[in-house]
C-alpha cells in the first residue's frame, strides 16, 4: 500500500506564493504518473496538474503560467510550486499517484487559503 503525505498548505495573502510536497512511501522512478488535484467547497475534485513518468507535465487552465509541477526522484517527492495565488485558488489540495499497474493513491489533503 502506497502513501502520500502532502506539506506545504496554509494562508496565503493574494499575489503570494506556496510550494506543496507530497511524498511518497515508494519509489517513484517507474511510476506512471503523479499529480495534484484540488476540491474546493461545494465543488468537484479537479486535475491541477500532472507529471508523466517521462518528464511531460499537464496543467488546468487557470493554473498554466503560474503554477509548476516537478518531482524528484532520489526524494520520492513530488511538488507544486503555487506562484500568484487568488482567491479562487482556496480548496483542499490531494496528491494522486498512478503506479506503472495503473493503481491510483490518493493523500489526505492539505488545505490552501488564499485571503487578506
Known amino acids: 500500500q502506497v502513501q502520500l503525505v502532502e506539506s506545504g498548505g496554509g494562508l496565503v495573502q493574494p499575489g503570494g506564493s506556496l510550494r506543496l510536497s507530497c511524498a511518497a512511501s515508494t519509489n517513484i522512478f517507474s511510476i506512471a504518473a503523479m499529480g495534484w488535484y484540488r476540491q474546493a467547497p461545494g465543488k468537484q475534485r479537479g486535475l491541477v496538474a500532472q507529471?508523466?513518468?517521462?518528464?511531460?507535465?499537464t496543467y488546468e487552465d487557470s493554473v498554466k503560467g503560474r503554477f509548476i509541477i516537478s518531482r524528484d526522484n532520489a526524494k520520492n517527492t513530488a511538488y507544486l510550486q503555487m506562484n500568484s495565488l487568488k482567491p479562487e485558488d482556496t480548496a483542499v489540495y490531494y496528491c494522486n499517484l498512478v503506479s506503472g499497474k495503473g493503481v491510483v493513491y490518493w493523500g489526505k489533503g492539505t488545505l490552501v487559503t488564499v485571503s487578506s
Open positions: 507529471i508523466l513518468s517521462g518528464g511531460s507535465t
